[in-house]
């Protein structure tokens, strides 16, 4: 099951079959009876097949408003484009339809960044990073190593105990996701820090050491004034 408590916890199901031989993440399913789900963009327009976009779910189980926070219930609960008078629930997180017509969770909207020009979703590398066979949790975030110079840092935790080889995991990354959505270190935890209620808390993550991280990329200088 899958839902968010402002649409009452439940608002899509899938029954999860055997994954011995794929890698595939299992997907979040359809929408329950009376309940809507849409994959949007940022101008509410729904996204092609395979195309990530924010889920925005409705029905009869959405929920009336925040508590006493009339500004976040105007913006997470907005009109519903599709169904005059009806009411969407902007979730904030990540998803995309298969071809199949399954959603699949890619992770959250929030931890979209920008890059050196380029905007990356952390969720999908996350996913991407967790179908490794050695890797049992992982979690990615960006750093500022210099005022000018951001950095996407991958923590990984093993699945066996056994050291993760980071060019390995590079390597793996670059199969799937061009150069600047591969990480520039990958730090070994043997468990993610936890905030109280249970989630990933990022603030509590090591600093890197990138100095001794191997990598296969070459520096070159700028040949001229354009390059410079």
């Known amino acids: 099951h899958y839902g968010p408590t402002e649409n009452t916890v439940v608002s899509t199901c899938t029954e999860v079959e055997c994954q011995i031989h794929t890698d595939q993440a299992p997907p979040i399913g359809r929408p329950l009876p009376n309940t809507q789900?849409?994959?949007?963009?940022?101008?509410?327009?729904?996204?092609p097949i395979g195309v990530p976009g924010e889920l925005h779910v409705g029905g009869v189980?959405?929920?009336?408003?925040?508590w006493r926070r009339p500004e976040l219930t105007a913006e997470?609960?907005?009109?519903?484009?599709f169904r005059p008078g009806g009411r969407l629930y902007k979730t904030g997180d990540l998803a995309r339809f298969r071809s199949d017509g399954q959603i699949e969770f890619l992770g959250r909207t929030d931890f979209q960044v920008k890059i050196r020009g380029f905007r990356i979703e952390l969720g999908e590398i996350e996913t991407a990073l967790g179908q490794h066979p050695?890797?049992?949790?992982?979690?990615?975030?960006?750093?500022?190593?210099?005022?000018t110079n951001k950095s996407i840092i991958a923590y990984v935790v093993s699945r066996n105990g056994k050291p993760l080889d980071s060019s390995e995991l590079r390597s793996y990354l670059k199969e799937k996701f061009p150069d600047y959505m591969v990480p520039s270190a990958f730090v070994p935890l043997e468990a993610l820090p936890l905030n109280p209620n249970g989630k990933v808390d990022r603030r509590a993550l090591p600093a890197p050491d990138l100095s001794s991280q191997k990598t296969d990329r070459t520096i070159a200088a700028p040949r001229n004034e354009l390059e410079q």
Not at 76 to 81: D, S
């Open 134 to 147: 050695s890797v049992k949790d992982n979690v990615v975030v960006v750093r500022e190593v210099s005022p």
């Open 37 to 47: 789900a849409y994959i949007l963009d940022k101008h509410l327009q729904p996204v």
């Open 61 to 66: 189980q959405l929920a009336r408003s925040y």
């Open 76 to 81: 997470k609960f907005i009109e519903n484009p």
